[in-house]
């Protein structure tokens, strides 16, 4: 053991942060506002209306600097909040490395994921406003798990349309979903039209995380007691993971620390977005200077290759447009293990902040992601979801640097979930049977032909 | 909520005790020795020495009250001890009941369950004294995927011999096992004499518990540099496992309270005494008068229905005879989902204290258990294996009681793992396809007969 700094930084409930934190308030620059899908026009509180509730649309566009965390989402909360952050002394060591590493790990939720961060608000803004039935859709699972979870805690109905490849590949997501008490369709659906039409062409459609959006959009907007739930991208949802970072800035005080580099995977942003702005605030008000870096997977580089352009977020169409990095909302990657970083697009905020020049980005492919993880489970025991396990590639790249350099840097990165619901995926990498995908440049000009023209 | 009592009682590192506790020590009378299977004399380290190193021997026979937990257990303790111990306010707002339930939590190790704090201690000791190999047996797969965990983080190979029927359900503890380097094979197997002539008699053998052991002590007397490793049942076993009520007595003081009633599920016995031993000293000692009761399933009821008899601990009759409440070695109990709970004996230290009156036992059908296991993941979140359903169960039964008692009861029970791998079984239950089982008296009488009488 390198030194005697515990193992696990734990807060107790009662230091367990209560508000929760805007970084549009401290940015440069706002970001641009989104659009009405059929006007361009700046979409406003009544477009977002038949979606959801009009605390979550005021926290969508408020600028303001802290949000309050509702009494009763701070008790759901504490069903695993404050999570802890770990010092990865074990991993340090087989790495031989003079860095220390830190993770904070979100694996200790109910749903097994960051996700219930937002869940948890979402359901508890909706019920508070009457609504009873919640729609979303899930890739990976983690997003439809959590917002199970949390309706639950709030006796609402939840009815989640799973990608179908998804479906098809991990029939347990279905089951937990279930023991929480909601309902889960294969996305293409026979309940929507859009979904029908799929079907029609071609009835093993593999689905879609877009698709499966415009279903359950599709499906909230048709009955005034339903709403939709997001699980990333939008302000809201960046806003409530900002818990995550928060804790984590608690965490390292106590043992005298301070990032001087932070890396984070971002499939539509959230989990990233809730380590790193908090760090962003301190950064730009001059109390540290961490580097702050995406890592985003090779076969869906929405950063590093994508155009930052107006989109829709789903493939139907039906969304507001947004202002985003973008590899076009017709775009489906290549099935990489990493459901929840296969998306299109971009958290408008995690792109601003890019586009600024505020944070940077890298891809990695997934067989160095999942050789990582095989690493990180030997040394610290945890098996990561496979979307952590392109944070803890970087982490790993991270502290082989300050190897090389001989320099004891102070490295951070969320291990956002566990994996022991994606363990198909380990068994796969162990066979050899997991393949790194090329996405050739002429790929993404021709899912950009058909984004509007608006900029 | 209730109360502002927390919802998660935590420990620092630095509360984390330091000693095993050795229940032993402070029993009217001691629990009868092992006896050799061939002589019936008492068996002495020697006869242990071709399965055990000599540290666990001395552990396993030692009348000492404390024993010091080594600084390299502590270390990998840390990844996920000290363990939470949860309040149950959200439980008991849905039971609408006056009892205080708290759980003990281990589903936060790395793999999912108590077991790893066996499982590390077994390992550290036995690459202490040079061996490279460690051999094992798994049912549910919950002690082979904590065995595989440990002998990682000690650099040693792991071989684990997983009953066929789970080795056919449940690929993913398989492919978790390998994850952290461990060889996995179906038993019966091709291995051993053992298994080749099981196979030979029904290449599909479901295998069993007790077949499983059979082969990995054959593999390890065989190689000098391997020895085998038990995940339940033996005293140095329910030794380590007494960090569980350590914990849990210190967490307690912390708000005041001491419980009216202990209910923890018995397999082989290492959870329950983990847990209810270090209260069954403070009990003795009169510093509290808790009922310590047992839990075990209506399938396998091995304290309730079973005799106390010598037995032997595996199928083939290759370990010490045991002096244990038992089915007989030869029952095969029906395919109930608590995998770890199927196990035709129980542990010697457990029926020798069940015997003499300190602790009380019932058994409970599978249903209930998963009846109760949905009430609790919908208000608490946590999935719990199918084990720990029998403990949730009774802790339910228990705060009715308090409510039709009209009194303020402190319920204490352990959730000795999640149930993210075992999600089939919900599956099963949510379909209606789940059913108990009558196990007739005569069904015992018949699997007794092959019990060798000394007594």
């Known amino acids: 053991m390198a030194d005697d700094m515990p193992t696990k930084i734990l807060l107790s409930e009662d230091e367990?942060?209560?508000?929760?934190?805007?970084?549009?308030?401290?940015?440069?620059?706002?970001?641009?506002?989104?659009?009405?899908?059929?006007?361009?026009?700046?979409?406003?509180?009544?477009?977002?209306?038949?979606?959801f509730p009009m605390a979550l649309i005021e926290q969508e566009m408020t600028?303001?600097?802290?949000?309050?965390?509702?009494?009763?989402?701070?008790?759901?909360?504490?069903?695993?909040?404050?999570?802890?952050?770990?010092?990865?002394?074990?991993?340090?060591?087989?790495?031989?490395?003079?860095?220390?590493?830190?993770?904070?790990?979100?694996?200790v939720s109910p749903a097994g994921s960051h996700k219930p961060n937002t869940s948890v608000p979402q359901a508890f803004y909706n019920n508070a406003e009457g609504v009873t039935k919640l729609t979303t859709e899930t890739g990976a699972g983690q997003w439809g798990s959590a917002l199970a979870f949390a309706t639950a805690q709030y006796g609402m109905e939840c009815e989640v349309w799973q990608v179908a490849a998804s479906y098809r590949a991990k029939p347990h997501r279905k089951t937990m979903m279930e023991?929480?008490?909601?309902?889960?369709?294969?996305?293409?659906?026979?309940?929507?039209?859009?979904?029908?039409?799929?079907?029609?062409?071609n009835p093993d459609h593999p689905g879609s995380?877009?698709?499966?959006?415009?279903?359950?959009?599709?499906?909230?907007?048709?009955?005034?007691?339903?709403?939709?739930a997001l699980g990333s991208v939008l302000n809201h949802v960046l806003l409530h993971q900002t818990v995550i970072g928060e804790e984590a800035l608690l965490q390292l005080a106590k043992v005298g620390v301070t990032p001087d580099v932070l890396v984070g995977c971002t499939g539509g942003g959230s989990n990233f977005g809730g380590l790193a702005f908090p760090f962003l605030r301190e950064k730009l008000a001059g109390n540290m200077n961490p580097t702050i870096r995406c890592v985003e997977p090779a076969a869906c580089p929405t950063l590093t290759k994508g155009e930052y352009r107006y989109d829709f977020g789903d493939t139907a169409?039906?969304?507001?447009?947004?202002?985003?990095?973008?590899?076009?909302?017709?775009?489906?990657?290549?099935?990489?293990?990493?459901?929840?970083?296969?998306?299109?697009?971009?958290?408008?905020?995690?792109s601003h902040v890019y586009n600024e020049g505020l944070v940077e980005a890298i891809s990695?492919?997934?067989?160095?992601?999942?050789?990582?993880?095989?690493?990180?489970?030997?040394?610290?025991?945890?098996?990561?979801?496979?979307?952590?396990?392109?944070?803890?590639?970087?982490a790993i790249r991270e502290a082989q640097a300050a190897k090389e350099a001989g320099e004891e840097r102070v490295i951070l990165t969320a291990l956002c979930g566990h994996g022991h619901l994606d363990l198909a995926s380990y068994e796969n990498y162990l066979a050899g049977?997991?393949?790194?995908?090329?996405?050739?440049?002429?790929?993404?000009a021709a899912a950009m032909e058909a984004v509007p023209v608006l900029d």
Chains 1, 2 share one sequence.
């Open 317 to 350: 169409g039906m969304t507001p447009l947004l202002k985003m990095h973008t590899l076009g909302h017709g775009f489906i990657p290549e099935p990489i293990h990493a459901g929840g970083l296969r998306y299109h697009g971009m958290s408008p905020l995690v």
């Open 209 to 228: 995380l877009g698709i499966a959006i415009s279903e359950a959009v599709a499906m909230a907007v048709a009955d005034p007691e339903t709403r939709y």
């Open 16 to 51: 367990q942060p209560t508000q929760w934190y805007n970084v549009i308030a401290d940015l440069p620059t706002p970001p641009p506002p989104p659009l009405h899908p059929g006007t361009h026009e700046p979409a406003g509180p009544d477009d977002l209306a038949p979606l």
């Open 63 to 107: 600028a303001d600097r802290y949000i309050d965390i509702p009494g009763g989402v701070l008790d759901v909360y504490k069903l695993w909040r404050p999570s802890p952050l770990f010092r990865a002394h074990r991993l340090e060591a087989l790495l031989d490395t003079p860095a220390k590493i830190f993770y904070k790990y979100e694996g």
């Open 364 to 394: 990695i492919p997934q067989t160095e992601c999942f050789a990582g993880a095989i690493q990180f489970a030997r040394a610290e025991g945890i098996v990561p979801a496979p979307e952590p396990t392109h944070a803890i590639a970087a």
């Open 179 to 201: 023991i929480w008490g909601a309902s889960v369709h294969s996305s293409p659906s026979e309940l929507t039209e859009f979904g029908r039409g799929l079907l029609a062409e």
């Open 433 to 444: 049977g997991l393949k790194d995908y090329d996405l050739p440049d002429e790929a993404i």
